[in-house]
């Protein structure tokens, strides 16, 4: 998927870029991004077979767990290092299997140790799922330049 | 692993096992059942690399997915059919790659309708998480007896 | 308080700002309508000494019963009574004494049994807190017109 | 109404009980506190017509309050300072007009900055609202021994 990037600084945009592409439980759940930008990251799935619960619906996980890293990554987009502290998610509608489902990150506040945060997810016009988080602050993203 | 049945009848158990066994979610992120009881579900992952999110350490999705899930079979262990419609969970501390993390969903009310639970992630004597969740009702558990 | 209408019915606006008038536990907290609108609803309340808490700041259930109860006039305003399922409040800045402090509350889905919601509350620019609800319909609102 | 002591010192328990009986927002609402432990708070209301929204029943900003206050407490009896960050109800039945509910409040983990918690408000045998908490530490009590 080509990303695109709505006015990130080119080194950090690519740091993140390669950084998700590179995380082993994004890869798991098939999670890919789609934007970034200042305060805001939209991430993408394509739900299959393999997302579904005993019911053969999508398992709820994943809707909290693409939410949790729209908001996470909405965060890292300020260059800045956090973890979630509590996240909440009404589930509010079900995606079908072969639906894109896609989460919509953005921020309400960052505070000096506690950043708040809510996310979207939704399937074209219809919302999925709609998450509120809480996180805290560790650190800043420091990005090596290898040798 | 062999799950231990506290109290809930064969038919039901032996159903609840191999539909946990064959559920696409579970095996993708490696969820297996320890216990089944009367509106208790205790379920577990070992931690691993590939539930690890960019700072390195494990998702919280993984957490809320597990939580969910444990929810979700102390329901079932009851012969009710139900959807997660709100799931809150804190980040209390972190697991270790290689660590077994067990769920205990239980139940706390019953309702015609809505159904009200909570759950507990640990790992040995360490709360990892907590969560409550709400479930919305839409059937009984049907047994098919195949020829 | 002057209320604005946006949009409803005057009999449907008129039975709801007096509902709202006679609520004791909006006239215990103070609580006031400002504007209702097809699933809107703004309400304020001015913060007062007798909202503190034994630090001297506003009592966090304030923010809690404010956005509630804005939640729940905005599922009224659409003829619709409904109770609380859920409701999960972040508490981002505080308020000082003094201040109008509004709730706005807005819908996110009317389902047949469920209904989603969302509020902010604000005094100025500033978010105090934000909430998402989950509601449960019991009937429609039935006007008496008395003899 | 007479707090039991389980094991605070003296010192503290006093502070605390006449804090809560002087703290505006308690008295607003009648708050009163019925046990303070180390880690642990019941605090009690008598609900009356004060208390009800626009259906007749209880609002349930009332049980929030009340859930928030007891996690806010059982903080205290540890002589730490904190103010809530996220605070998510469910609300599971109702109360009656004339019925003393109680809520009990506890601790799941006390980190450096953040406390987690729950709080549980029932009426008798039933449970009527379940809560958790998230807490950020600003400080210690301080104890003033005025002259």
């Known amino acids: 998927m080509q990303t695109i990037n709505q006015g990130l600084e080119e080194e950090l945009f690519?740091?993140?870029?390669h950084s998700i592409e590179d995380t082993p439980y994004y890869q798991l759940l098939g999670v890919e991004v789609r934007l970034l930008?200042?305060?805001s990251a939209e991430l993408e799935v394509e739900v299959s077979q393999q997302h579904t619960n005993p019911l053969g619906a999508v398992h709820g996980g994943l809707y909290m767990s693409l939410a949790d890293a729209a908001m996470g990554?909405?965060?890292?987009s300020l260059g800045i290092k956090a973890v979630t502290v509590d996240c909440t998610?009404?589930?509010?509608?079900?995606?079908?299997?072969?639906?894109?489902?896609?989460?919509?990150?953005s921020l309400e506040k960052v505070g000096k140790n506690l950043i708040f945060a809510s996310a979207r997810v939704t399937a074209g016009e219809k919302i999925l799922a709609?998450?509120?988080?809480?996180?805290?602050?560790v650190g800043l993203i420091?990005?090596?330049?290898g040798s």
């Open 37 to 39: 930008a200042s305060g």
């Open 142 to 145: 420091e990005i090596n330049h």
């Open 89 to 105: 998610t009404s589930m509010i509608a079900a995606a079908s299997i072969g639906e894109v489902i896609k989460a919509q990150g």
């Open 14 to 17: 690519n740091y993140l870029v």
């Open 73 to 76: 990554n909405a965060i890292r």
């Open 130 to 137: 709609s998450s509120r988080g809480t996180f805290y602050r």
